[in-house]
Nanobody, 126 residues
């Protein structure tokens, strides 16, 4: 099992940057998927980015080239670096983990994640 806790959300102007963090202690798992999701008001939750234990990352088309998902070397923290933010990026952002070991690589973004954080709010406006 793993407990997830996001931080780093806030308010920023369009074009600005934020880095989200998620405490995700998965160092003792060899295979896993970690992901970032978001849910805007009145919209369904959507996948933003995912990575596997080897660092293979996948992104949704809406954030490709602007967002970067990564883990620290100790495999204790998941990050989402968000650049050139747009008002459409406003949402609650959640991190998630799949520890079944059944998925990897580009398949991680489509996983039915079993563990979720509580979310952190990101607001982009002028």
């Amino acid at each position: 099992q793993v407990q997830l806790s996001e931080s780093g959300g806030g308010s920023v102007q369009p074009g600005g940057s934020l880095r989200l963090s998620c405490a995700a202690s998965v160092s003792h798992y060899r295979y896993y998927c970690l992901g970032w999701f978001r849910q805007a008001p009145g919209k369904e939750r959507e996948a933003v980015a995912a990575t596997d234990a080897d660092g293979v990352a996948t992104y949704s088309d809406s954030v490709k080239g602007r967002f970067t998902i990564s883990q620290d070397n100790s495999k204790e923290t998941l990050y989402l670096e968000m650049n050139n933010l747009e008002p459409e990026d406003t949402a609650i952002y959640y991190c998630a983990a799949d520890l079944t070991g059944r998925y990897s690589g580009r398949w991680c973004i489509d996983v039915d994640f079993g563990y979720w954080g509580q979310g952190t709010q990101v607001a982009v406006s002028s």
